[in-house]
């Protein structure tokens, strides 16, 4: 590990990049000081937590995220020199930071009223509204910064935020790598939730509904297939749902955990997960889809769950395997109550560095 130095008397000055050195995540992501215009890998942070239900902070994960990123020894034993194209993460945008923080004072509200058992239909259905009426726009702000970042010819990484903030580029993606009106890319889905559900409290686009809303989405704009690991809470509608569509694969947590407790492998309980794919894979990562150990200050933390090193081993599968990663996601790294959460973002920095490492290997 490095130490990250806090002498930065300049700001508009770009130091040398010196790999073995550190530098402040302030000059960049991993401290790698290079231009967007230079970078091959360009991430979009979203810090967005409108509907989080449980825990908050996670609108905090791309701030944390960043900070922790300049700890990270840039030579990976996997991946080894791939961060030589350059990973960028975009501005933390003010301006969905403070709608984030308005409509999400809107939508406890909506939560509180029920709780009460209020029979003000009138009032919550107006509050509702105005939440899906905001979401939608961060949505539509989603899509078109993504098929910007596509448009320049960038392998695409978004950094949430809640788990509701893909659906824009997930959508922008999937319309990216279609033909004849169907889309060639298959979801990996790695999350404790199967988020599945039809609107939650109301909420269209809450964050335990992505999966349902990219699976609604026009045929062409919707992935050809989504599999599910790590899943080990959802209810009954999410189980009948996934049962009813041909196009889901979830491998269920405790499923899998009887499968390793008997004996098996996680390598050979890994490649039937990697066979579900097809050859173009866009990874969506809730960060709670590992074990609570790995991300105590998450929003909806579940025992049980993937360890780093099963998911490391995954996605050196999947590169493996000849697959192409054409987009990723990691979102839900949280701070909880605090500003801070050095651990969450420690983990989540690394996790995003692999996801960057191998987006540049498998699109060689
Ligand atoms: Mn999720």
């Known amino acids: 590990m490095k130490k990250e130095s806090k002498n930065m008397t300049d700001a508009k000055r770009t130091p040398k990049f010196d790999a073995t050195t550190t ?16 970078c091959k890998v ?27 990123s300049a ?17 960028f993460m975009k501005t933390i945008s003010e301006e969905i930071q403070n709608n984030s923080k308005k409509y999400k004072e809107l939508a406890q509200k909506v939560i509180a009223l029920r709780t009460e058992m209020s029979d003000d239909e009138k009032q919550i259905n ?66 404790a939730h199967s988020d599945t559900r039809c609107a939650y409290q109301g909420f269209e686009q809450s964050h335990a509904s992505i999966m349902y809303n990219v699976m609604n989405l026009p045929l062409g704009s919707r992935p050809h297939k989504l599999v599910q690991v790590g899943i080990r809470d959802f209810c009954e509608e999410e189980f009948d749902f996934i049962n009813s569509r041909s196009d889901i694969k979830t491998f269920f947590d405790i499923g899998v955990k009887q499968r390793l407790l008997k004996g098996e492998s996680w390598a050979s309980v890994a490649a039937d997960i990697i066979s579900e794919l097809p050859q173009k894979v866009y990874i969506s990562f809730d960060i709670d889809g590992l074990d609570p150990r790995f991300c105590p200050s998450t929003g909806t933390p579940v025992i049980g769950g993937l360890s780093a090193d099963e998911v490391f081993f995954l996605f050196n ?16 790294v949280s701070t909880g109550d605090a500003d801070e959460a050095e651990w969450d973002g420690n983990v989540g920095a690394r996790m995003l560095y692999k996801l960057c490492s191998w987006s540049i290997v498998t699109n060689k």
């Open 317 to 332: 599968l999947l590169a493996q395997s000849g697959r192409q990663i054409v987009g990723f996601d990691l979102n839900e």
């Open 126 to 191: 107006a509050l509702i509204s105005e939440v899906n009426a905001a979401s939608k726009k961060c949505t539509d702000w989603v899509y078109t910064e993504t098929k910007k970042i596509l448009d320049a010819g960038k392998l695409f990484g978004l950094v949430g935020g809640d788990h509701s903030t893909p659906l824009g580029a997930i959508r922008a993606i999937c319309e990216k790598h279609s033909a004849n009106q169907k889309s060639e890319v298959g979801i990996l889905h790695l999350d």
């Open 42 to 68: 360009v991430l979009l942070p979203v810090p967005w937590e409108v509907t989080t239900s449980y825990g908050r902070g996670a609108s905090n994960g791309p701030r944390i995220i960043r900070e922790a």
């Open 23 to 38: 530098i402040s995540s302030e000059y960049g992501i991993f401290g790698i000081p290079i231009p967007e215009s230079e």
């Open 71 to 87: 700890q990270i020894d840039l030579f990976d034993f996997e991946t080894k020199t791939a961060y030589e194209a350059g990973y």
